[in-house]
């Protein structure tokens, strides 16, 4: 689906349910010469983070036995400490041992992990179900049981610049000063740049959302760090993933699957809002639909403006 006129731009900022995005705070982005993950919002990104704080410290001790390992051998069997080396060829019970020990430590972490990976690929009944299209260079969302379908852009992308925008003078894919103001008009920080989106995707908080991703020309792959999720859009297949969004808030994500030129210009947005919030966009949106007839069967509800 490509980007409807300028006029239904217009439109869709004029009719607009602001409220959702002015007091959401914002909380899964990238975090400027940060370590750690995103902050944890499902219970899939819980069990992932854990997964790899667990397999961590088996790698630190792991690379510790065999640092020390090295640190000994080099002491005890130098050619000063050690003049005349040993001449045998092997040892059965060393053997034994560095083959039964990564058996073990790798059934240990598998006991973990298949576990965690089964729980993100057995998808639940949902409580509400988005289908995901992808394209060079933005993102489609639908709400079948809704009836509303919209495109999602970056912004600063060509398809969100306005000449008679009150923020005249954006340059496409560039930060300057009118980029930030438009930013600020649209809920964003300075550092959102890049990861904010003229339309958000809105889910209420504390419901099972299932998505349906696909694309319609080359692989993309839909990404929030914070939830836990990440699945390839691949054209021709729908695949699924899920996700029960625990807190309120912003949460970013980008393209993970390199998909041309303008890859870097595929963000995500995704608003986690109260049941009662997101019924009430719903009904908006829905009101806006019926009241322009046929205008559209698609629009842009722009959520985040």
Wanted: net charge negative.
């Amino acid at each position: 689906m490509r980007i409807l006129s300028t006029f239904m731009g217009i439109w869709a900022a004029l009719t607009a349910f602001p409220a959702l995005a002015q007091d959401a705070e914002h909380l899964g982005k990238p975090v400027e010469k940060g370590l750690g993950f995103q902050p944890a919002v499902t219970e899939l990104s819980r069990d992932i983070q854990s997964l790899d704080s667990m397999i961590n410290y088996i790698i630190f001790a792991i690379v510790i036995f065999v640092a020390a390992l090295l640190v000994i051998c080099m002491v005890r069997y130098n050619r000063r400490a050690n003049p005349n080396p040993a001449s045998f060829t092997h040892n059965t019970p060393v053997e034994i041992a560095w083959t039964a020990i990564p058996i073990l430590i790798l059934v240990f972490i598998g006991a973990f992990s298949l576990p965690v990976l089964f729980k993100q690929q057995e998808i639940p009944e949902g409580e509400l179900y988005i289908k995901v299209t992808g394209h060079q260079w933005y993102w489609t969302y639908e709400y079948p049981e809704q009836e509303l379908e919209f495109d999602s852009y970056m912004l600063g992308h060509p398809a969100t610049l306005d000449e008679n925008d009150e923020t005249a003078g954006v340059e496409a894919f560039k930060l300057n000063d009118a980029m930030r103001a438009k930013l600020v008009q649209a809920g964003y920080q300075e550092d959102e740049f890049l990861l904010a989106t003229d339309t958000r995707v809105i889910v209420p908080v504390d419901t099972v959302v299932v998505m349906g991703i696909t694309a319609d020309d080359v692989i993309h792959s839909w990404t929030i760090p914070s939830f836990g999720v990440k699945q390839d859009a691949v054209p021709g297949r729908l695949a699924q993933l899920w996700f029960n969004a625990e807190q309120e808030g912003v949460y970013f994500g980008q393209c993970s699957e390199l998909c041309g030129k303008d890859h870097a210009y595929m963000p995500i947005t995704v608003e986690v809002v109260s049941k009662e919030a997101f019924a009430a966009w719903v009904k908006s949106a829905q009101d806006e639909l019926a009241s322009n007839g046929d205008v559209a069967k698609t629009f842009q509800v722009a959520a985040a403006q």
